[in-house]
């Protein structure tokens, strides 16, 4: 592995700390954004029935699980579940919140400020306000977003040499697309921590790291000694 690698994976790491910790900055309002939400009491301020942007992106992260199916064969029991998460994070984002009704009729307070939103935009004739939170969560989307399209560029050109893919985001970070999907997920915990991304977040964090170990174990059957040598040489994540 070159020099320029070595230093590459070491800014890699160190982004990825510096994300870590950057809640710590911000973390009364952090605070106030996960009170609010997990105890219902953001209800009265939440979009409601706007089945449009349901759809919307029901359907764009959804197709985000469709580059996996370069790596290995497609497991769909897996894909239904993230799919499942997506439909029902959607649903309850912008058409009925049903976890946070539920949860304001038995934990509701009523003392809970609201955080401030630091983002108001209009999307699709909507108004959305993403406080401290809900902005720290898009930038982790974002970045997912950006890890899933690259991996899947970098996989489709490898797919035609017969081989398996070890330049670009590969040269990284084995499993780039997994980590991409770890952070979509949370993502949507940070700017949407309700009873549902409660349960399904670790569970699919957990199916991820999974799917990424087998992988693995199937590419060392595959490509033996030439895959061990990459695994010695670059990071399982990051």
């Not at 409601?48 to 290995?72: C, D, G, M, N, T």
């Not at 809970?112 to 939103?117: F, R």
């Not at 940070?190 to 174990?217: D, H, M, Q």
Request: no cysteine; glycine share 6%; hydrophobic share 55%.
């Amino acid at each position: 592995m070159g020099m320029n690698t070595n230093k590459r994976i070491y800014l890699v790491r160190v982004i990825l700390v510096a994300l870590a910790v950057a809640p710590v900055f911000w973390l009364k309002q952090f605070y106030e954004h996960f009170v609010v939400y997990l105890t219902g009491t953001v209800l009265s301020v939440v979009v409601k029935e706007q089945w449009h942007l349901v759809l919307f992106f029901i359907l764009l992260f959804s197709a985000f699980a469709v580059p996996l199916s370069y790596r290995k064969r497609a497991k769909w029991v897996d894909y239904s579940l993230i799919g499942a998460f997506f439909v029902s994070l959607f649903i309850e984002m912008y058409g009925i919140p049903l976890t946070i009704l539920f949860a304001s009729k038995y934990l509701f307070t009523a003392e809970a400020n609201l955080p401030d939103n630091v983002i108001n935009l209009d999307f699709f004739g909507v108004g959305l306000g993403l406080d401290h939170a809900m902005a720290y969560g898009s930038v982790l989307m974002v970045l997912g977003m950006a890890l899933i399209i690259l991996g899947w560029w970098s996989l489709y050109r490898q797919a035609k040499k017969g081989s398996f893919a070890r330049t670009g985001l590969y040269a990284l970070s084995r499993n780039p697309q997994y980590l991409g999907f770890i952070f979509l997920i949370l993502g949507w915990f940070f700017g949407w921590p309700t009873i549902l991304t409660l349960v399904f977040s670790p569970l699919l964090i957990y199916k991820y790291y999974r799917a990424a170990r087998s992988e693995e174990k199937d590419m060392l059957k595959q490509f033996g000694d030439e895959y061990k040598k990459y695994m010695a040489e670059t990071p399982f994540l990051a």
